[in-house]
């Protein structure tokens, strides 16, 4: 099949790009995008914007993907908070337009989506269909894009995830082990409850969920997927020297003390049996996740 991947210089969409490659034709698409083969030898790329309407049709008319996956947005929840106007001419009227090029190519469409539309306020896991109350701009700029989505019918699939880490971003992986080497104190925000979610295994289902998709073993709707299990910040920090085995102080704080002008959902762990099902498994432990990603490291670096 065709695969267009937008965001694909991004911490997710550089997975996804590699994910769908094998056995298929993937062109990743993002701004930066200014010479070929940043992407590898094996992924086509283009520079392009979502917000250029005109450019999205132009793209799919070229290519005529199967399914176009939407993983652009401003994903900088603070920068969203401070730049309102940015955050939904990328994150919504973006994946508008992702969206109208991708149906009137006759493509099926994977936009990825977050917890933070979720007000976190829920002391068990959500599912699919819980009501939505995002607290931020960022939040809302993505509510926007599935609300969007959702009216418009067609193959179109919603993926929530939440507190990604993979190796092709900054993430929280790397910040604490980089300070754990450099011997500094690491303090980390001990009030908030996420599910830490590996790119690597969000991009293998994403492409296992759009190939159900396309051979109509799935239904299009919402869907969660996360890694399993659910902490704090603070305990992530410690998970994470545990799995890599450098010792390092991590201070406790409040969200309050970290500062930052947008707020963050209280509890957000997903419930994934929708994704279960239709994959027939989960994802796992994230704790797992962050063995793989640093042994996985650790091999690059010896290079
Ligand atoms: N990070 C998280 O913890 C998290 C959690 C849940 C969900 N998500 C969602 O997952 C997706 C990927 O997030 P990420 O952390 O991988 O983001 P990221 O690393 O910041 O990458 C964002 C990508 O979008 C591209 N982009 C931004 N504006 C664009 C535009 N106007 N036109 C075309 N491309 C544009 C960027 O490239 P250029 O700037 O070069 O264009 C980049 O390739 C997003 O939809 C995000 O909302 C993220």
Same mark, same amino acid.
């Given at each position: ?48 914007? +979502?917000?250029?309407? &005109?450019?999205? $049709? ?7 993907? =199967?399914? /176009?996956?939407? !993983? @652009? ?84 699939? +919603?993926?929530?995830? &939440?507190?990604? $880490? ?7 992986? =790397?910040? /604490?082990?980089? !300070? @754990? ?123």
């Amino acid at each position: 099949m065709k695969v267009m991947v937008t965001g694909a210089t991004g911490m997710l969409g550089r997975d996804l790009c590699e994910a769908f490659l094998p056995g298929n034709e993937v062109l990743g698409i993002a701004r930066g995008l200014k010479s070929p083969g940043r992407l590898g030898p094996s992924v086509k790329s283009e520079p392009a914007d +979502i917000t250029s309407r &005109s450019e999205m $049709f132009a793209l799919v008319e070229r290519f005529r993907p =199967d399914i /176009v996956v939407n !993983s @652009a947005a401003i994903a900088d929840v603070d920068y969203c908070e401070r730049n309102p106007d940015d955050a939904f001419r990328v994150n919504f009227e973006g994946a508008r337009n992702v969206t109208d090029a991708a149906k009137s190519a006759g493509a099926a469409m994977v936009h990825i989506s977050t917890d933070y539309v979720l007000d976190g306020e829920k002391d068990s896991a959500y599912s699919e269909d819980d009501p939505t109350n995002p607290l931020s701009v960022y939040g809302r700029s993505k509510l926007e894009a599935e609300k969007y989505i959702s009216s418009g019918g067609g193959s179109c699939v +919603i993926v929530r995830s &939440s507190w990604l $880490f993979g190796r092709h971003g900054k993430n929280f992986v =790397d910040f /604490v082990m980089d !300070s @754990a080497g450099e011997k500094k104190e690491i303090r980390a925000i001990c009030e908030k409850v996420g599910g830490p979610t590996y790119t690597f295994d969000l991009s293998a289902a994403i492409r296992g969920l759009s190939e159900k998709i396309l051979n109509a073993e799935a239904a299009p709707g919402i869907y969660n997927i996360s890694n399993a299990g659910i902490c704090t910040r603070y305990d992530f920090a410690k998970d994470i020297l545990d799995c890599c085995g450098l010792k390092a102080d991590v201070v406790p704080i409040t969200a309050k003390e970290a500062g930052g002008p947008a707020l963050r959902p209280r509890r957000t762990e997903l419930d994934n049996s929708k994704i279960g099902k239709v994959l027939g498994r989960r994802l796992r432990d994230y704790k797992e996740a962050i063995r793989e990603y640093i042994d996985k490291k650790g091999e690059r670096q010896k290079w």
